[in-house]
């Protein structure tokens, strides 16, 4: 048998080497896997549930994000994690305030993303798709991408996709859908390497917000954003219908030329990409690559459909899990924060883009559990 050689100790003052927690589709047991570098982000605010929630919806959309893990009160994990931050920020005469940072029942822990902020205008040319023996690249005009995990131009689409879900204008701006006076924030995506010694650029979001609007509540607000997403949705869906995954017998619209126009003057995606690349995509793409429209498009496309293949019953039963993750509550500061992120408001974006693929003559893509 294989012989793996164990990670070296922690330097003395270091927090420990500890798993990271993931919440699978549908067993209810967490999956852990190490991380690979010792660099560490430690989060303690009272968000950590939305951002763990979060975290855990992008990972059901084939989404990457960051390892992570919770640490819970009052495990062994918890204390040493605490321990050693601890330790460290007595050495930079910083211990008062991580220690009031850090009293709290559940701690965040990341992977840190070693790369610039989108809001330092990086170079992001080779930002496009992997090539993947030929069999995953676009080919065609409107054969952009197998999945959001196949691009990094259709990754991004999945990440727009994601923050409309959770209602997150705190991150890549999109004109019309949250508002034109909202810059977003380009200071929560980071331009990182997907794992592995072949890892290519990725674009991660960070800090990632849940504002799910109470449709009772806030009937008013909840439906003119629902309103909103429609017609973002409806503006390009249809450009996909009856377009199966790329292969020999894959159906196209009657007129691509037509089609891929369309997309390039999508004021909505015109805003995504003058927003991320600049005014000049082509020199912020470099030569050669795909068509930054459709492949954004396709990715969001495509993460329409796993969203619907998933069906709401997949987000209940995330909600549920995040909700009893902390086996101790400290007055109920994680329950609360579940509360406020309302169910209603997941199975009615879960029908809206279900309503809107039908519309649009696009089928759901099932995945297992």
Not at 18 to 41: C, E, G, K
Not at 148 to 173: E, F, H, M, Q, R
Not at 202 to 231: G, N
Not at 268 to 295: E, M, Q
Request: hydrophobic share 40%; glycine share 8%; proline share 11%.
């Amino acid at each position: 048998a294989s012989q793996t050689t164990p990670p070296p100790p922690p330097a003395p003052g270091m927090p420990p080497r500890i798993q990271l927690t993931r919440l699978p589709t549908s067993n209810p047991t967490p999956v852990s896997t190490p991380i690979p570098t010792r660099i560490r982000v430690v989060k303690s605010p009272s968000h950590v549930v939305f951002e763990v929630f979060a975290l855990a919806w992008a990972e059901l959309l084939d989404i990457p994000v960051a390892a992570h893990t919770v640490a819970c009160w009052p495990s062994a994990e918890y204390s040493a994690l605490k321990a050693g931050v601890e330790r460290v920020a007595q050495d930079v005469g910083l211990e008062h305030c991580v220690h009031r940072a850090l009293n709290r029942p559940q701690i965040l822990v990341q992977e840190f993303i070693d790369g610039p902020v989108l809001l330092l205008r990086p170079n992001l040319q080779g930002l496009s798709c992997c090539d993947a023996g030929g069999t995953l690249h676009c080919r065609g005009p409107l054969e952009a991408c197998r999945k959001p995990t196949d691009c990094a131009l259709a990754g991004l689409g999945a990440l727009v996709l994601l923050n409309i879900l959770l209602n997150n204008c705190d991150s890549i701006p999109c004109d019309d859908l949250w508002s034109r006076n909202n810059p977003g924030n380009l200071g929560n995506v980071i331009l990182g390497r997907t794992p592995g010694p072949t890892g290519r650029p990725w674009l991660y979001a960070i800090d990632l917000a849940v504002t799910t609007l109470d449709p009772e509540r806030y009937p008013v607000q909840y439906t003119a954003y629902c309103q909103r997403v429609r017609a973002f949705l409806t503006s390009i869906l249809p450009l996909f219908g009856g377009v199966d995954p790329p292969g020999p017998s894959a159906k196209e619209p009657l007129d691509l030329v037509r089609a891929e126009a369309q997309l390039a003057a999508n004021p909505y995606l015109r805003s995504i990409l003058t927003a991320v690349f600049g005014p000049d995509l082509a020199a912020a793409l470099g030569a050669g690559a795909p068509n930054p429209h459709v492949c954004v498009a396709r990715g969001l496309v495509a993460t329409c459909q796993r969203l619907v293949g998933l069906g709401s019953t997949a987000l209940l039963d995330l909600h549920h899990r995040v909700k009893e993750l902390p086996e101790h509550d400290w007055e109920g500061v994680w329950a609360k924060g579940c509360a406020s992120i309302h169910t209603q408001y997941l199975v009615g974006m879960v029908d809206l883009v279900a309503d809107s693929l039908g519309q649009a003559g696009l089928e759901p893509l099932f995945v297992s559990a």
